[in-house]
């Protein structure tokens, strides 16, 4: 178990963290538009061979009509085809930053937008989630993987496809030397004042010719270097706040891992006939996501609004604090569910049968999983508006790109702390926390252990807050005019 859970860390992580490569490509070299198009070419050719390598070990299977192991070729192109996926991963961050980019947030109107937008975006992607894991394993269980595998690749070549006709709607083409989006009519005027020029996609070639050519030394100095010491103190305060969201990302790496663990040995049974599978019960993540957006958004933000007078309702501080409490109960309540679960096997004599059933529903599974959509809702999408407002505007990518990065590095730091505790564990000929033998397993001290973690990057977070506040008071007071 612990090794199967170090494995799946290791992949979301190199995925959570390639948005990080995505936005240094960006920002630097290509551009949004451009890395989002290449990205997703890279993504439908991961899902394309995915797709070859699971229909083929099908066939092969059928063929021979015993459960055959794969050629060592058609296992290299699968896990190729899977690493290749990860590497995609890129675009997460700058087609995200793409969309937040077409809105002005100089203006009062567009900047409130500009906050729903990052949560109608996670809307969107839950939506997506939850229909992959309520369609995806019935059709992979019932009619054929490669189909299963197929369908996503078929639905990134739309999207794709989509990205391209809408070319010439886009308000802006954002790369290294763009500044804050204006609108249309703002254009010439930001031309004129501004080196860093924010350009509309399709008059994007030309008008980077004409932008090299016209830029004065005086410009240059007035868009850029002004104040370049500012936002590189800014930039550098990030670093220990964003680490201090770690802890958070650690306890996020669970759900795929020890989470789906825990709902194999329980009652998944709807009815007299009809049973859940495991991993479909992550899908009530997904559907709180997108049940909670539309309240956070339409509900909460306003009324909030009227109290704080901020246009995003609260401080994307305050909302990353609320997100990560929420995690830490959410642990709280994983380990006593998992300590009754416990409780029950012993009861019942399972404690030495592996792969029995405990008479407990999945049910009492089901609150630990919407606690945790309910804290990424804060916590993740505050942190993504968070450091996209703080980086310096050519680093936007970048900026957002840090939440994903914290997510991926959790990913990483929960598989070494799963192989540390199991090592530890597991000596003396006594059961590890990860035991193959769920029954014998200790998930829940494990969850306490999360739970405390999670307390402590709390507290960090916390004094890092006042700290940085303070910092920035006092930035903004030393600025040049």
């Known amino acids: ?9 290791l992949w979301t992580g190199l995925g959570s963290l390639m948005p990080v490569f995505g936005a240094i490509v960006a920002d630097s070299f290509l551009g949004l538009y451009q890395t ?61 930053v793409f969309g937040a980019d077409q809105f002005d947030r100089q203006h009062q109107e567009e900047s409130k937008a500009n906050t729903s937008f990052f949560n109608w975006w996670l809307f969107g992607l839950s939506l997506g989630v939850a229909l992959a894991y ?56 930001a031309s004129q004042n501004n080196p860093q020029q924010i350009i509309p996609t399709h008059e994007f070639p030309n008008k980077v010719l004409h932008a090299k050519k016209d830029d004065t030394k005086e410009n240059i ?51 007299q006939s009809f049973n859940i599978p495991s991993a479909s019960l992550r899908v009530f993540i ?51 569910v998992e300590k009754k679960r416990l409780g029950i096997a ?8 592996p792969n029995s059933t405990v008479p407990m529903s999945f049910w009492l599974l089901v609150p630990q999983n919407m606690l945790c959509s309910i804290a990424y809702v804060f916590t993740v999408v505050g942190m993504q508006k968070f450091f996209y407002d703080q980086v310096p505007t050519e680093l936007r990518s970048i900026g957002l790109s840090l939440s994903f990065g914290a997510l991926g590095v959790g990913n990483f730091l929960s ?36 739970a405390g973690l999670g307390f402590l990057g709390l507290v960090a977070f916390a004094f890092l807050e006042k700290s940085f506040s303070k910092e920035n008071i006092s930035l903004e007071r030393t600025a040049p005019a």
């Open 1 to 9: 178990m612990a090794i199967a859970a170090g494995n799946v860390n």
């Open 134 to 189: 309520l369609i995806l394993p019935y059709i992979q269980e019932n009619i054929g993987w490669g189909i299963g595998f197929g369908i996503p690749c078929l639905a990134m070549v739309i999207g794709l496809v989509l990205l391209l006709l809408g070319h010439r709607t886009y308000r802006f083409a954002i790369r290294r030397d763009d500044t804050c989006p204006c609108s249309h009519e703002d254009d010439q005027e």
């Open 346 to 353: 012993q009861e019942y004599g399972l404690i030495d049968i």
């Open 415 to 450: 598989s070494l702390l799963i192989f540390v505790i199991d090592e530890i564990t597991s000596q003396n000929g006594r059961d590890s926390w990860f035991s193959n033998n769920l029954n014998r397993a200790h998930l829940d001290y494990f969850y306490w252990l999360l």
């Open 286 to 336: 997904p559907l709180t996501t997108m049940c909670c957006t539309p309240i956070y958004d339409r509900v909460f933000v306003p009324l909030a609004r009227i109290v704080t007078e901020n246009p995003s309702g609260i401080t994307e501080f305050q909302r990353i604090k609320i997100g990560m409490t929420i995690s830490v109960l959410d642990m709280v309540i994983a380990a006593l």
């Open 221 to 271: 100095i007035s868009g850029s270097s002004r104040r370049k010491h500012t936002e590189v103190k800014k930039t550098l305060k990030l670093l220990p706040i964003w680490s201090s969201c770690l802890m958070y990302a650690i306890a996020w790496a669970q759900v795929p891992t020890f989470f789906t663990k825990q709902a194999t040995g329980v009652d998944k049974s709807i009815g």
């Open 36 to 96: 989002n198009i290449i990205s997703s070419i890279l993504y439908i050719l991961g899902l394309g061979f995915s797709t070859l390598a699971v229909a083929l070990i099908s066939n092969n299977q059928e063929t021979s009509r015993i459960a055959a192991v794969p050629s060592t070729e058609l296992q290299v192109l699968f896990f190729a085809s899977l690493y290749l996926v990860a590497l995609a991963q890129g675009y997460q961050s700058t087609i995200q």
